[in-house]
Each structure stands twice: as structure tokens, then as C-alpha cells.
């Protein structure tokens, strides 16, 4: 007998458990936000085309429209947003590169109704590396991390007296492997003196 209402004890736990959805704001504090609720709001349909070795892969996908329901919810003070999954992958986005793409939270794929807690944060324009499944908290920061240079131009060592006094005691190498006929500066030290 005390098997048995073990067991139910165990049910009743177990389906009494809900997932949330975590948005932690800039200043530190926490709002969960329980994942059955986003069932409860209007679902819309999105169709996502991707390139795969076999062809072009078609997938449907019902949810909502995730930047909107951040701007309902007063939730767009941010420099930065972090997406993380309960197995801690994350996907970042500035401000301004986040808010020139569609961002949907989806609980459905073609005929398959997620879990709670498999949800997925999809951006259709975007390739779906950037895509997070199994959804568990989104990050809002009010830091911009240093962008990675798009270009480099190097200079010749003549003309390194126009670069500011921290620049002009790099190490100009001459034939780094496995280059040669060439000068430059390692990018390493360049950071390191910026």
C-alpha cells in the first residue's frame, strides 16, 4: 500500500512540476514567465525554408511572434539579448541586429506539439545556428561586447609614426610562418595594445 501512494505522490509531483521561461533584466532580478502560457496566446503559422545537402527542407511551425510579445511586455531595455537553452547553448544578438530580424518562440512543428520544455526561439531569415531549442532563459544586457574587426589594413613600418604612441612599439614581423615576402603584425598583439 505505501508503494502505491508513493507512486501517486510521485505523479502528482511530477505533473504538478511547470516549466518558465526566465527573462533575466539588466539590473540582475529574474521574471519567469510559466511556458503553457505562450500556448494560451494567439498562434500563428510561419513556413522556413533551409538549404540542406538533400535540398531545400520546407518546415511549419506554429507559435508567436517573440520580439512583439518583448515590446507587450515592456521588455526592450537591453544593449544586448542572450538566448540559452536548459543545455546551455546561448545565441547573442545586439539591439540593432536583433531588431532587424523576426524572432519567434515556436511550440509546434508541422504535426509535432512540443513539450514545455522543448519550445524553440526560431529566426526564419536566419540559418538555424542561431536557432535555440529547449528554450530556458533569455538574458537582457546592457553591455556592447567588442565587435570583431571586419577589415584590417596594415601598414607599412615608414608610416607607423602616425599611429598612436601604444601602437608604435608593436613588433613588426617579418615572414611570420608560413608566410613569405611579407610584414605585418600579429592581431594578437594588436589587441593586447588596444
Known sequence: MSKILSLILLFILVGS??????????????????????TKLKQEEITTFRTREEGVRTDKWKGIRFDNWLREKNLRDFSTIRFESDD????????????????????????????????????????????VRNISKVVLQDFRPIALPARLYFIDGAKQQNWSPE????????????????????????????
Not at 545586439?94 to 513539450?115: G, I, Y
Not at 617579418?174 to 605585418?184: A, E, L
Not at 598583439?189 to 588596444?194: T, V
Open 17 to 38: 512540476f511547470s516549466f518558465a521561461l526566465d527573462i533575466v533584466l539588466k539590473d540582475g532580478r529574474t521574471l519567469s514567465f510559466p511556458n503553457e502560457d505562450f
Open 88 to 131: 546551455r547553448y546561448q545565441m547573442s544578438f545586439e539591439k540593432v541586429a536583433f531588431d532587424t530580424t523576426s524572432c519567434w518562440l515556436v511550440t509546434q512543428n508541422d504535426k509535432e506539439v512540443f513539450a514545455p520544455e522543448n519550445y524553440r526561439i526560431i529566426f526564419p531569415n536566419l540559418m538555424q545556428n542561431h536557432w
Open 167 to 194: 601602437l608604435q612599439n608593436l613588433k613588426l614581423h617579418q615572414d611570420p610562418k608560413p608566410f613569405v615576402n611579407i610584414r605585418g603584425y600579429f592581431l594578437e598583439d594588436l589587441l593586447k595594445s588596444l
